[in-house]
């Protein structure tokens, strides 16, 4: 008896984090509504709520091993829809309502050419590696729309941000993720969670947020940024080394074997 009733409340656990991502839709809907009543500072908190989830979901995920307890449910796919109303859509519709971008039919062009390239990009297959990078922009929206909005950007700016970004969704950068990075684990995630304390102290003082605490928390954008273009370009270096090792291993293969025939000619 112990046994199943055991394997239940493993099942209700592993649900449960299920449930826990799921939430992350009704963030969503109240993102959206938000930004149509003009609630600009609460959107951005609703923002920072998302990314808690998004970035203890997965932890909770592998803790209770739901793959395994859940095989039927698929939980990434639930955790892609999830990021992409919250992280794409959402910071599209808040950028557009709150006016940070053109206005009239200009303003929906914008705002659709990042959609258009997240939804590229959320269903590449290697999107995700298997070392554990984001293969281009990973999509952060909703932190480049936190920027905009606390630095006060011209239309002009945002839109040329936007359209910077989008385009290096399609450049093969890997970034860093940060709660599952091999590299510099310790002080990835430390910054990292001293950046979501920042981003919390600079909404407390929104629409007046010290521009020191805005470029402190700059500094890990930098620090990511360097961190991932970094590991990128020595990836790149240790594939070439082996690339070439191969080949000469394969050139030295090859020249032996006429050299043989040579000697046994010569006998």
């Not at 859940?70 to 955790?79: E, H, N, R, S, T």
């Not at 600079?202 to 470029?215: D, E, F, G, K, N």
């Not at 620090?223 to 030295?252: E, F, K, P």
Request: positive net charge.
């Amino acid at each position: 008896m112990s046994a199943p009733q055991s394997g239940s409340w493993h099942r209700l656990a592993a649900m449960s984090v299920h449930a826990y991502t799921a939430l992350g839709v009704v963030l969503a809907l109240l993102m959206v509504h938000m930004s149509y009543a003009g609630e600009v500072q609460i959107v951005l908190w609703l923002f920072l709520a998302a990314m808690i989830i998004d970035g203890s979901d997965g932890f909770l995920a592998r803790r209770l091993r739901v793959k395994e307890v859940v095989p039927g449910f698929d939980g990434a796919l639930l955790d892609n829809i999830i990021d992409y109303i919250t992280y794409a859509f959402a910071p599209m519709v808040l950028l557009w309502s709150a006016g940070y971008l053109p206005g009239g039919w200009l303003g929906g062009v914008v705002a659709s050419v990042p959609l258009l390239a997240s939804c590229y990009q959320f269903c590449r297959s290697d999107a995700k590696t298997d070392d554990h990078f984001f293969v281009g922009f990973p999509s952060y929206w909703n932190i480049a729309a936190f920027y905009l909005i606390v630095l006060g950007a011209s239309t002009a700016a945002t839109t040329t941000t936007l359209l910077v970004l989008t385009v290096l969704v399609f450049v093969p950068v890997k970034y860093v993720y940060p709660s599952r990075t091999e590299t510099a684990w310790w002080p990835t995630m430390t910054l990292t969670t001293l950046w979501l304390g920042l981003y919390a102290l600079i909404l407390v003082q929104y629409p007046s947020p010290s521009l020191w605490l805005i470029a402190l928390s700059g500094g890990y954008l930098l620090y990511y940024a360097v961190l991932s273009l970094h590991l990128t370009l020595n990836r790149r270096s240790q594939d070439r080394s082996a690339a070439g090792s191969a080949r000469a291993g394969d050139r030295n293969i090859h020249g032996q074997v006429p050299m043989s025939i040579f000697v046994r000619r010569r006998r």
